[in-house]
């Protein structure tokens, strides 16, 4: 470990080592040599092999009024994680990104508190990007700046969900596990229903539950749920229809069949999956377990899921099985999205023992289970570090 230095006043990073020699600090970034330290700085151990520091991380957050918005919990664990192993985290917003480098934000964990500070461009950029309407508006600056300058860009952009189904649906291993999904329209939505007992409507660009509906015929009539618990009865097809034209573009809607699956005491119920690149193939990082209240379409926690363990669960998971599946998947996306770092994944299991891929999601939630949260910091540290070994591209 080598220290260098950042003047607080100055805002530049400098240091002291003897005989002046070169250390490199993120992209292209040749850490200049001072003989002594002005009045105010703060100091970073960094990991230096080959002249080179780091990683330096860059964290894309959201920008809001003068500063940012994300998963402030996981910025911390994660700027924590890497400085323990000689690296630094900086989170910036699309903004504050130049070819000049990075002006954004670093926490301080002996200090317990956020600094303002300006960076060099960094080893990889970790894509927090808080909606998919902040990518539309920012993604593409910051991809091309990104190409420029040969930067990975982990968790490269949020899923369309039916992008990614037809993305899983070519691949000859994984279709199996799919349940039937078509694009929303009028014509589908009745063959679906008049097919199904159950289908599921769900945005195609959404997260945590949010715009899913359960639609059941009834014979007579159709019922929808939707995860805020209000329940609609609708007399036909096209009223049902004409529901979902309403909030925009139907299209931007897909359906997809209802699969039965294993109840836990009485309540819906699924395997949540967290998955991170590792070389070249994909881990299962921990299998948490998320189960619906009665009423509820989701098992999301936000919109009114519980956790409990693999242990509470009165039947066994093939586990083996599941990180067969989460390999195919994580290996299979990887030839459609560069840098694919984690995702999580929502599998449920049939009362005969089949797996179904309900969901993949290419930016976790947090999960709550601990042992979870930790290995999944490890292992983004790790996957850091590796991705910036490969990268000592520099100038003198």
Not at 124 to 148: F, G, P
Not at 281 to 303: E, L, S
Not at 373 to 394: G, P, Q, R, V
Request: some cysteine; overall charge positive.
């Amino acid at each position: 470990m080598k220290q260098l230095y950042y003047d607080l006043k100055g805002k530049s990073w400098y240091h002291t080592n003897q005989g002046k020699e070169k250390i490199f600090l993120g992209k292209f970034f040749s850490v200049p040599h001072k003989e002594s330290h002005p009045r105010e700085y703060q100091s970073f151990h960094f990991q230096v092999e080959e002249n080179k520091a780091g990683p330096l991380v860059g964290i894309m957050a959201s920008p809001k009024k003068e500063g940012f918005i994300g998963n402030i919990g996981l910025f911390k664990r994660l700027q924590l994680s890497l400085a323990r192993k000689g690296g630094n985290s900086i989170v910036f917003t699309p903004d504050q990104l130049s070819d000049d480098g990075m002006d954004g934000f670093c926490f301080l964990p002996a200090h317990r508190n956020w600094i303002k500070m300006k960076a060099p461009l960094p080893d990889i950029i970790y894509n927090r990007l808080i909606s998919h309407e902040d990518e539309v508006k920012h993604l593409e600056k910051v991809r091309n700046l990104a190409d420029l300058y040969d930067i990975p860009i982990f968790n490269p952009c949020f899923f369309d969900k039916w992008e990614l189904y037809l993305q899983l649906k070519s691949h000859q291993e994984l279709a199996p596990f799919l349940p039937r999904t078509s694009l929303m329209n009028e014509e589908n939505l009745a063959e679906f229903l008049q097919t199904y007992k159950e289908v599921y409507i769900k945005k195609r660009k959404s997260k945590k539950g949010i715009g899913l509906s359960c639609i059941s015929n009834n014979g007579h009539s159709y019922i929808l749920k939707t995860t805020s618990t209000k329940t609609l009865l609708f007399p036909s097809i096209k009223k049902l229809y004409q529901y979902f034209c309403k909030d925009g573009p139907v299209h931007s809607y897909i359906i997809q069949e209802a699969i039965a699956t294993l109840p836990f005491e009485g309540r819906k119920f699924d395997y949540r999956i967290l998955a991170h690149a590792n070389e070249r193939d994909f881990d299962t990082t921990g299998i948490g377990v998320r189960v619906a209240t009665k009423q509820q379409v989701t098992t999301h926690v936000p919109a009114g899921g519980s956790i409990v363990s693999l242990e509470d669960l009165p039947f066994e998971l093939d586990v083996p099985a599941i990180r067969k599946l989460i390999n195919l998947c994580g290996k299979h996306l990887s030839t459609f999205y560069d840098n694919l770092g984690e995702f999580s994944a929502d599998i449920g299991v049939t009362p005969d023992g089949k797996l179904f891929l309900f969901e993949l999601n290419a930016k976790p939630m947090d999960f709550d289970e601990p042992e979870i949260k930790t290995a999944s910091i490890e292992k983004l540290t790790d996957l850091f570090i590796a991705k910036s070994n490969k990268k000592k591209e520099n100038v003198v």
